[in-house]
Nanobody, 113 residues
Framework: QVHLVESGGGLVQPGGSLELSCVAS?????MGWYRQAPGKQRGLVGT???????IYSDSVKGRFTISRDNAKNMVYLQMHNVNLDDTAVYYC??????????WGQGTQVTVSS
């Protein structure tokens, strides 16, 4: 499996912005982000294939942006206009075209005034 390390979580005020980063131990086809809020199941934030258009969940579309730096095996999540419902542990996700995915250890994002 691919080793993933996230960074960039923390406390942000409603309406604010935050950026998460994730580095993979090797090149991989699909990278992205999932999140898990307290008492809820882990759900999709967004993912993208190398050099392709990202796909997003409806809850973050228009507010969050996923990008990749393929040379560095990195994926980023830019979060804008955050709200209380964005509070969650955010997990970096990576998967080959066929095969099992890999997960990072998670980074906490807390939206609070």
């Amino acid at each position: 499996q691919v080793h993933l390390v996230e960074s960039g979580g923390g406390l942000v005020q409603p309406g604010g912005s935050l950026e998460l980063s994730c580095v993979a131990s090797e090149s991989i086809a699909r990278m992205g982000w999932y999140r898990q809020a307290p008492g809820k199941q882990r759900g999709l934030v967004g993912t993208m294939l190398t050099n392709d258009i990202p796909i997003y969940s409806d809850s973050v579309k228009g507010r969050f942006t996923i990008s990749r730096d393929n040379a560095k095996n990195m994926v980023y999540l830019q979060m804008h206009n955050v709200n209380l419902d964005d509070t969650a542990v955010y997990y970096c996700y990576a998967a080959p075209l066929t095969g099992r995915p890999s997960w990072g250890q998670g980074t906490q994002v807390t939206v609070s005034s």
